[in-house]
């Protein structure tokens, strides 16, 4: 085969050699525009999994790495005068020229033709004279750009400015350090790639730059303002330079990555910010993977290309998304900086969700330890208690607002049953709830409670407007107080423009009722939720009166049933949310328009609430912080402002959910995909949040609590599949301080023991695994 690639770095080159290797008869040239040892930057990272990748395709390229690595176990987290070492992670550091020298010298040895300072800009030509063209050009890529047509490119420019610097100072560890000065907060990503050597990234806001005057510094003003405001930790050790001038990182993707016999891979396809240190090890294991399909059975080129898309696409999606999470961190350190510097080291290290609680406990149990042990001193301080001598996960911590106190983090969150009849709930909520709360959570939701018939999403919707609806109510508060130490809130609603649809597993979410069985629905604006939905009548003031009128009367009923909580809903396109999102309200009077009109309402109501219900009892609302819908519907920015005005008007917590306003919404789904505005909220905002979404154990709870990104999580599918959730986890973490029903005591006992059993076979296989590790280790030296 006759093979032409473009780009003379880590990812032409691999794939150079390793299809070389697999078929000596393939003639392959590689075009570079640059000299040999022409590079940016220093370093390059590596994670032992990718070296035992190297070490499986090519045991000779292996080596070489490996006799010039340095290598490293441990993570430094420098805040202040205080630094965080946390352990068990497993990288090493090459300096970038002499992996371009290894590359080149097994290529040579192989017989690949290299051609250094060919500029090769005759794609058309290239690609009709080869059986095989190969785009690896890197973030600026030519080739990306000659077919841009077919590649569909996107380019996202962040706003972080950084300059990639180097140092003598031999650091021992992969150090991530944070120091303010009077123009903002700066951090630094560093680590060892060879002996005396170190790469030493100073990333900062666009502000902050600004403010710094570094947009008008050269190399030499840009070093002596770093080497100054670093100086403690260099240690007298110079800065060094290699065309080190301020950039901005560009996300790079691609839509489709190949095009006819053409093909991209690397840094011209994708590209993952160096927070993670991720971008060699992609565009060398897109070279694994390309090697691979292009060395598989069959002749047909366009078909092997196309199995190699398909492959790799989804898995560098998965990179790019932990990149993507990590690289805006990085632009939100400012939130972060008044942290204690553990919490802190924690919320960097589980920032892409790779790594988390229960991962680093496995890498260094002191470090999680620690974790522990300050964040129960925090919580029990908080509360004036002592804290226990041996500090409880972060998830078994105790929360207070106003005088309720949780026994620990953990919220079943409101999951709607559609089983009531005319709104009052029966023996099926009884059971639902009070399973639960004998589960162990520390809070119980209730489902969407609505204040009025015609305020119902379905005709199977829970209420509470009435006498009889308070005395059904006060059952199950009666018996989750008799029967477990869980708190209980209700969360009140208005359906608004979803209102008068079927059960769900009637005709399918959000379908409207057949009109003889449907009532009339309100909204904001008269606008259908479907385009089959019943368009809802534009509520006058009148309207307002009476269901602002409505939801007092369900707070003084939520009062005589005995709530400990209740939670306003603002979310997800009901009557209170309508009011605030841009695509549910398009009024043109004091309630429309700016944010500001479009809360009035809202916020009317929560006062009139918040005036009958007990001063020590708190308020939480739900909010959808995102719209979904770019450019048109809520963003994050507006959340805060929305979570800051409720904060204003006496509101305790902020439940942060996201959408489900409007069916033009673009959700992006994934583990824990909302803690993120949840963290935004409780930082920018400065109110206790509760994260939800897609949080489905304890070590993801463990993860969001300790990392301080929200103050409670609530779970809703995980409690349905499992309503003694948290019970079960504290078996796991072998907690003892949970409440366990005394007629469950005998269970409890087994549950602790078999536990304790597995704990120890865990335990075992590790120090096993271990064994056999250090020895191929000493094997190999």
């Known amino acids: 085969m006759k093979i032409a ?24 040239v590689v075009h570079e525009r640059n000299r040999p040892d022409d590079t940016f930057g220093f370093g390059v990272v590596f994670s032992d999994e990718t070296l035992n990748q190297f070490l499986a395709e090519d045991p000779a390229t292996h080596a070489l790495i490996a006799d010039r690595f ?63 063209l190969v785009g690896a050009d890197g973030i600026n890529s030519a080739m990306r750009e000659h077919w841009k ?55 900062t806001s666009e502000a902050t730059w600004l403010r710094a005057g570094l947009d008008k510094a050269d190399e030499a003003a840009t070093v002596a303002y770093c080497a100054k405001l670093f100086a403690p930790d260099l240690k007298g050790h110079p800065l060094l330079t290699n065309k080190s001038l301020w950039r901005t990182f560009p996300t790079v993707r691609c839509e489709k990555w190949v095009y006819e016999n053409t093909v991209l891979i690397g840094d011209a396809v994708h590209t993952a910010h160096f927070s993670i240190g991720s971008g060699t090890k992609l565009a060398m294991e897109d070279a694994i993977a390309l090697s691979r399909a292009i060395s598989a059975p069959g002749s047909d080129v366009k078909a092997k290309l196309a199995a190699f898309e398909t492959e790799r696409h989804e898995q560098t999606e998965i990179l790019q998304h932990a990149a993507q999470v990590s690289l805006e961190w990085f632009e939100q350190t400012d939130r972060y900086r008044d942290f204690a510097p553990v919490q802190l080291a924690l919320s960097l290290l589980s920032r ?62 409101p999951m709607c049953q559609y089983s009531a009849k005319d709104g009052i709930p029966n023996d099926w909520t009884l059971v639902h709830l009070g399973s639960r709360a004998i589960g162990g959570a520390g809070l119980i939701i209730t489902e969407m409670t609505d204040i009025a018939p015609n305020a119902r999403i379905t005709p199977g919707c829970a209420g509470l407007w009435s ?138 109501v929560f006062d009139a609430i918040r005036a009958v219900w007990p001063t020590e009892k708190p308020i939480s609302a739900r909010i959808s912080a995102v719209d979904w819908v770019p450019g048109e519907g809520l963003e994050i920015e507006d959340a805060i402002q929305i979570a800051r005005m409720l904060k204003q008007h006496g509101c305790d917590l902020v439940d942060v959910s996201a959408g489900q306003t409007s069916r033009r919404a673009k959700p992006r789904y994934g583990r824990m995909f909302q803690t993120p505005f949840a963290d935004a909220i409780r930082q920018e905002a400065g109110i206790a949040t509760i994260a939800v979404g897609a949080i489905t154990s304890a070590d993801q709870v463990n993860t969001i609590i300790a990392s301080g990104r929200a103050d409670l999580c609530a779970l809703a599918r995980p409690h349905l599949a499992d309503p003694y959730f948290t019970l079960h986890a504290a078996a796991d973490y072998d907690f003892r301080g949970i409440h366990w029903p005394v007629q469950y005591h005998a269970g409890r006992d087994q549950l602790y023991a078999l536990k304790a059993r597995e704990r120890e076979e865990a335990a075992a296989q590790r120090a096993d695994a271990l064994e056999k590790q250090r020895l191929r280790r000493d094997s190999d030296i």
């Open 5 to 28: 690639i473009i780009g003379g770095g880590p990812a032409g080159l691999y794939l150079a050699l390793l299809l070389k290797k697999a078929e000596p008869g393939h003639s392959i």
């Open 70 to 132: 340095a290598h490293w176990h441990e993570i430094d987290v420098v805040h202040g005068n205080e630094t965080i070492r946390s352990g068990g992670h497993g990288f090493c550091g090459l300096a970038r020229v002499t992996l371009l020298e290894i590359l080149q010298q097994r290529c040579r040895e192989l017989g690949v033709d290299l051609r250094f300072q060919d500029e090769a800009l005759d794609f058309e030509r290239l690609r009709r004279e080869n059986d095989l």
């Open 149 to 203: 047509q077919h590649f569909k490119p996107s380019l996202d420019w962040r706003r972080n400015k950084f300059v990639w610097l180097g140092t003598s100072l031999p650091l021992d560890t992969f150090t991530f350090i944070f120091r303010a000065n009077e123009h903002g907060l700066f951090q630094v990503h560093a680590y060892r790639f060879e002996d005396g050597r170190s790469t030493f990234i100073v990333e």
């Open 352 to 413: 892409s969700k790779r790594v988390t609680y229960e991962n680093l406990r496995l890498r260094d149990p002191g470090f999680i330890a620690g974790i522990d042990r300050w964040f129960a001193d925090q919580a029990f301080r908080q509360l004036g208690e002592a804290a226990p001598a041996k500090a409880p996960p972060p998830m078994f911590t105790p929360f207070k607002l106003r005088d309720m106190r949780l026994e620990n983090r953990v919220v079943v969150s």
């Open 467 to 604: 006498d009889a609806h308070a005395a059904a109510w006060k059952r199950i508060v009666d018996f989750v107080h008799d029967n477990s130490k869980a708190k209980i809130a209700v969360q009140l609603a208005h359906a608004g423009a979803k209102g008068a649809t079927c059960r769900p597993w009637e005709a399918g979410s959000d379908q409207p009722l057949p009109a003889n069985q449907a009532w009339p629905i309100e909204a904001a604006s008269a606008l259908p939720y479907l385009a089959n939905s019943a368009t809802p009548h534009e509520m006058t003031r009148a309207d307002m009166d009476r269901v602002r009128g409505d939801f007092v009367q369900a707070a003084k009923l939520a009062k005589l049933a005995g709530f400990d909580m209740i939670e306003l809903h603002l979310a997800h396109g009901y009557l209170l949310s309508g009011f605030i999102s841009p695509l549910t309200n398009t009024r043109r009077d004091e309630y429309g328009g700016s944010l500001e009109n479009r809360m009035r309402f809202p916020l009317e």
